[in-house]
């Protein structure tokens, strides 16, 4: 699967009907640069950020869906 296929506008109906992966997977949403959700083979949904600082990648987790939002991320 493609980054493509992995990239949707991030909702609570799309999210919940994703399938557990095989392997940790990540998404990407097609709205907010750097706004990533992955899921567990285990079914943990964690959003996250993805951003440059100082030209050093750095990924900050938000928390794991749905405790927390779409909205709230």
Do not use: C
């Amino acid at each position: 699967m493609s980054e493509s296929d992995n990239k949707f506008k991030f909702t609570k109906r799309k999210i919940e009907s994703l399938p557990t992966p095989q392997k940790t997977t990540t998404y990407h949403d097609s709205e907010t640069p750097g706004f990533k959700m992955t899921i567990s083979k285990s079914g943990t949904y964690t959003f996250m950020v993805y951003r440059k600082i100082k030209g050093r990648p750095e990924r900050v987790k938000i928390g794991n869906f749905p405790a927390v939002t779409v909205e709230q991320a």
